[in-house]
Every structure is written in structure tokens, then in C-alpha cells.
């Protein structure tokens, strides 16, 4: 086990290649090339050191997601049908026999018991019982499946490449198209009720809903490139992700997405892709990418603060389990753990 502690460092630059490619398609086919750059505001601030142990997970295959529905119980997913678990918050993993061979890219929870994971041609499990069983489930679709937001035991969407959207309001038992009106493909999805969400993907796009999903509108980036994820903590406030350092922010729910990607600079060169966003409440929030870097502000977006990289893997996949301590996983096995002393100390607790 390596533990590293981390403050605010400078950034690299990588050479540059074509904005606006989706990553998701190399790493069908065996590779996936990520990068990222800062969000430009204000640059980085200086935070209190974060903790982060890099954990055996035991494979060294392509790890895409991570999700933990407590301090002490995980799921991790990835290339050729790998399915890991830990019930001691990652200082032991366990390969869970395989029941696919194809790439699993989403592993997501709603409570302690009910859980899925998506994947290539279609593919959906589903788990009643924390994981025991993983039981699949009919999507009609052969599209491979890159994200998934549930509101309840009951309702959630997937989305998926060309332009897939499925819905479901029984839980998985039964899954519906949703009409996109779009073949580009999409990655990330998320909804703050039963009515309204949005959707993330390649071009681009970022397509929003007011009816739950039965229709489907374009807001305007003007950006060609490709988002992975999204996340709204409320109605109004909301942060998209993407290729070349792309941060878009947006205050009134998506009517006027504000461009915060950095400045290519001279000589210009490659800012890597960022590949999740999340916030755990207003101030909060956390990004990964490419070549293990890790995005942390305290105040809303305001500043960004970044860390020395503990691993060189890009990263794909990030969870919290509370406000201080999160996960993220990535290439070559790679399974990180972090906590913030700064959260730890200044946050309110958990609703």
C-alpha cells in the first residue's frame, strides 16, 4: 500500500490531437485516451494536504467505474466483464465471478441493496440484494450502455452510443426508448426530480428535459467537443465535462452554458480530457482525467485546487461515500482512495 499526501502543484501540458473524439471509442476496440486541463477562473488555490492510498485491487485490467453505497461496501467494473467488491472500504478486493465477458462501463447504486451495471451490446444487471446476485435484464437494445441515473428503486434512465436513451419506471423489469432526435453518441445523464434532466455526449451536445424525458431539447454550447459528464445539484446550477479540458458551467439550468475551459496557451498544446465531475454539495465538488489527476474546490467552482499525480493511470470512474472520502479507478487496476481534511473540518455534516 502507497499513501500520499498532496497539496496544490502546477499543471503539465501534453502535446495536442483532435478535439471532440469520444474516448468511449478506443476503449472498445482495447485503448482510451484521456486528458484534462483546469478549470480557468481563478487557477489553483492552496488546501489542506489530501490523503490518497493507492489499493490492491488485485487485476490489472481497465478499471470504468466505482460506486460505493457505504464507508465499507464497493463495486468496481471494467474490460472483459471484470466485477470486484470490497466490504472493507477497499483495503481488500474481491474479483466477483465473471458473468460476461464484454466491457462493463457503469456500476451504480440507489440504496445498499439495489444496484445495476451497464455495458457493451446492451448489457444490464441488475441486484436486489447488495450484490449477491447479479440478474440481467432485457434492454432491446444492442447499443454498448455508458450511463445510468436512478431517482428511486424504480425510475431511472440509461444512455448509451447512437444516441440511445432508455427509461425505465419498474425498476429494470421493463425498458423503453426515449426519442433523442440526435445518432451522436451520449455518456453522462442526470435528473434532479421525476421531470427534469439532462444529457451529455459527443459534439457537443447537451440535451435537456422537462416531461421526465419524453422529449428531448439541444441547449447551446457552441463547442465542438465531446462531454462525458454532467451533474446539477439543483434546478438551476450545473457543470459539464469533457474532451481537451473542457468545463462548462451553467447557473439558470442550462439556458446559457458559460465556456470555463483554460486557454490552449503558446506554444498551444494538449489539455488533457476531463472525464468526471461531481459535487457533493454546493461548495464541494471533485474532478478526475487522464494521468491519475485529481480536481478539488471548497468553494463552489470559484478555485480549483490540483494534486500531484500518486498514480500516472487516467482515471475514469469516481464515488463518495461521504463529503471527506471518495474513490476513483482508472487504467491498469488502478483503484485510488482520498479523504480531505479540509472537508472533514469545514463542511457541515450530511443531511
Known sequence: MKIFLISAAGWRDYPRERRGRAPWYGMVIGMIFFSMTLYPCTGLSSSLPIQIVMQNSGTQVTLLDIHFQNAKKGWAVGSSGTMLHTQDGGKSWLAIPRRTNVLLTTVTFVNENEGWILGQNGTIFHSVDGGRKWLPQYSGTNATLFGAFFLDSLTGWIVGSRGTILFTQDGGATWDDQPSETTADLFGV???????????????????????????????????????????????????????????????????????????GSPCVKPPDLVKVTFLDGINGWIIGERGILLQTADGGFTWSESNAASHASLYGLSFSDRSHGWAVGEQGTILSFQNPSTQKHSPPSP
Open 190 to 264: 442526470q435528473f434532479v426530480d421525476h421531470r427534469i434532466g439532462w444529457v451529455v455526449g459527443a459534439l457537443g451536445l447537451i440535451l435537456a428535459t422537462s416531461d421526465g424525458g419524453k422529449h428531448w431539447s439541444p441547449q447551446a454550447t457552441n463547442s465542438p467537443a465531446t462531454f462525458f459528464d454532467i451533474t446539477f445539484n439543483d434546478k438551476t446550477s450545473g457543470w459539464a465535462v469533457g474532451t481537451q479540458g473542457t468545463i462548462f458551467q451553467t447557473l439558470d439550468g442550462g439556458k446559457r452554458w458559460v465556456d470555463h475551459t483554460r486557454p490552449c
